[in-house]
């Protein structure tokens, strides 16, 4: 279980996230919100490269920045955007990561062959990251994301630039993958989640606004999909064009 407890993170008088809870089992739990919500100073916390002005993040009852590596190790994450190495293939680019990871050398090599397959890019691994389609970068961060089986993973859009085919094996495969860890799948396109996530959180202001199913959003807002509610909350449409898909 990872547990929120009133987070509060301010960047100097302008409040980001303000007396954030949460709590996040197995399962995936979209995170929805327009531009300047606090979706990403979020996930900047939970992954550790922000702290809290108050508040604290707990995994399974311990403080995150008190078990340090070791929650580290436990962790994938998957921005929005990474500065690659152009010269690197993405088996050199992975095998980089695992290394950061602590990943063994003698399991390292299984282990990049495992993800590769799990984002379908065996057939390129071994191209440089510089001749890589916006998709395909977006596809090899997810694979570095998921290296060592980490029992949290937080995806920042993880699905942005891939075609509608891939998109959709990808959100299967988060969703299979998730039935033994906690994701949180951050993005703009609500149709991403609204078939796989097991709680949607909208995040408005740096507040949660209502954190349930989809079912009981729908119920408790009177209308019949996950579009209408943020249509409802947020006043328009995502940031980026909402996708059926």
């Not at 149709?191 to 209502?210: C, F, H, M, P, R």
Request: proline share 2%; net charge positive.
């Amino acid at each position: 279980m990872l547990e929120i407890k009133s987070l509060t993170k301010r960047y100097g008088k302008k409040v980001a996230l303000d007396q954030v809870s949460l709590s996040l089992g197995q399962g995936v739990y979209g995170l929805l919100g327009p531009n300047g919500a606090g979706k990403s100073t979020l996930m900047n916390l939970l992954t550790m490269n922000l702290r809290a002005d108050q508040g604290e993040i707990l995994w399974e009852g311990r403080e995150i920045y008190h078990m340090g590596k070791e929650y580290r190790k436990l962790l994938g994450y998957a921005p929005q955007q990474q500065g690659f190495y152009y010269s690197f293939t993405g088996r050199r680019f992975l095998g980089y990561m695992a290394c950061l990871k602590g990943i063994r050398k003698a399991e390292t090599s299984k282990e990049i062959n495992r993800v590769l397959t799990y984002v379908n890019m065996q057939e390129v691994a071994d191209r440089a990251i510089g001749g890589y389609s916006g998709g395909m970068k977006q596809r090899i961060l997810i694979a570095q994301a998921i290296l060592g089986n980490p029992r949290i993973i937080v995806l920042d859009e993880p699905t942005a630039g891939l075609d509608p085919k891939e998109r959709i094996r990808i959100r299967e495969k988060i969703g299979e993958l998730a039935k033994e860890r906690t994701i949180l799948f951050s993005t703009h396109v609500v149709s991403d989640v609204a078939q796989i996530a097991k709680e949607i959180i909208l995040l408005k202001e740096g507040q949660v606004v209502a954190c349930d199913t989809v079912d009981r959003l729908c119920q408790k807002f009177g209308v019949c999909d996950l579009e209408s509610i943020y249509m409802h909350i947020f006043g328009g449409m995502a940031d980026d064009e909402i996708s059926t898909f």
